[in-house]
């Protein structure tokens, strides 16, 4: 009985796709080529909808900024002088923390434009 040999083709001929050869013959299958190909346009996905969810997190951190001084003075407006007073003592400690919240998405967002 003749043997069947099953005929290797090789797409990554330059060895640019190390990573994708998953069972180490030294050969990147098409099939491990599709593998690779579907697991770096996830890893391309979840490092965009990780961007998004950053720039959401620090433009609803800017917008409590803004909104926390309105609070403070509607309190005042109202009569609500203890919530005025409560606000009031936690507004350096909120803008001390919000304000580092925004600077680390912009610093990361400086460094990563750097590259």
């Not at 013959?25 to 890893?43: A, I, N, P, T």
């Not at 961007?51 to 909104?67: H, I, N, P």
């Not at 309105?70 to 309190?75: E, Q, S």
Request: glycine residues 6%; charged residues 25%.
């Amino acid at each position: 009985m003749a043997e069947d040999k099953k005929k290797i083709v090789t797409v990554d001929s330059d060895g640019s796709l190390a990573g994708a050869d998953s069972n180490g013959d030294g050969h990147v299958s098409e099939s491990e080529l599709s593998m690779h190909l579907e697991f770096k346009r996830k890893e391309l996905e979840d490092a965009d909808a990780m961007r998004d969810a950053q720039r959401k997190m620090a433009w609803f951190a800017l917008y409590g900024m803004l909104l926390y001084p309105a609070m403070v003075v509607l309190c005042v407006v109202f009569g609500i002088d203890q919530a005025s007073k409560t606000l009031g003592d936690m507004a350096p400690t909120y803008f001390v923390s919000v304000a580092a919240i925004v600077a680390a998405f912009y610093g990361k967002s400086a460094l990563e434009n750097k590259k």
